[in-house]
């Protein structure tokens, strides 16, 4: 799994702080990386436990440790709603954040926007004052050349993200390629979000605006819980 630093220790505590929050009869959301990853562990222990719970997965990553963890799974068409949805972050700046460091930003934002309440779980090193991280873009492959010249025209760089252990680019779980796009500091994401839906091609951006309820930080020695 890919592992963007920050402490184990601390991503374990933010995890297993949001899974708290889970209930006997919940339908929960299962965000995608490594902090959340705990959250979809100790969600798997409270089945164990036997608690009547069902995951919607996010990608092709958390729907496999779900598996591991023998949660009973569903997709969004298959339950009447989300109660709570669980997720990382690459950058949290008050209640807005950005992500798609793990290329799932499609996916999770359609589960966490359709749940009554998106927690998410980070380790310090992901908190800002202000947005300045890469946004990324996925984009459907044909699409590429057109929303690079866009991006541009936002004034922002953009760099088809490339893959570790493949030649060529990182593929989605959607079969669409992503561009990491530079802005520097962010001054207006509920614009530049918009702005980014706006292109052609685009299916989904890393920008969520608004939709955080709560911000479980991990630290060494414990938890504290931000309401954005
Ligand atoms: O948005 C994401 C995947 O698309 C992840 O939630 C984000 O990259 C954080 O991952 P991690 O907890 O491993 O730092």
């Known amino acids: 799994m890919k592992s963007s630093g920050g402490s184990t220790a601390a991503k374990r505590r933010a995890g297993q702080s949001a899974a708290e929050a889970v209930e006997d009869g919940m339908v929960v959301g299962l965000g995608t990386g490594s902090t959340a990853a705990h959250a979809i562990r100790a969600i798997g222990d409270m089945v164990a436990d036997g608690l009547d719970i069902r995951g919607v997965p996010t ?23 989300v109660d709570v949805a669980i997720d990382g972050a690459d950058q949290v700046a008050g209640g807005q954040l950005i992500k798609g460091g793990g290329a799932a930003h499609a996916r999770e934002k359609i589960v966490d926007a359709a749940a009554d309440e998106l927690l998410i779980v980070v380790d310090p090193g992901k908190l800002a004052d202000r947005l300045d991280h890469p946004v990324p873009v996925e984009v459907l492959p044909a699409a590429r050349p057109v929303a690079t010249e866009q991006i541009v025209a936002l004034d922002g760089e953009s760099a088809l993200r490339s893959a570790e252990r493949k030649d060529g680019p990182v593929v989605t779980d959607n079969g669409n390629v992503v561009l990491d796009c530079e802005f520097g500091v962010v001054e207006d994401p509920a614009n530049l979000a918009a702005e980014l839906s706006a292109i052609p091609g685009v299916v989904e951006h890393g920008l969520f605006v608004d939709l955080a309820d709560e911000i479980h930080v991990g630290r060494e020695d414990g938890v504290d819980i931000r309401t954005p």
């Open 59 to 81: 990608s092709f990553q958390s729907r496999q440790l779900a598996i591991e963890a023998g949660i009973p799974l569903a997709d969004l068409d298959e339950v009447d709603g």
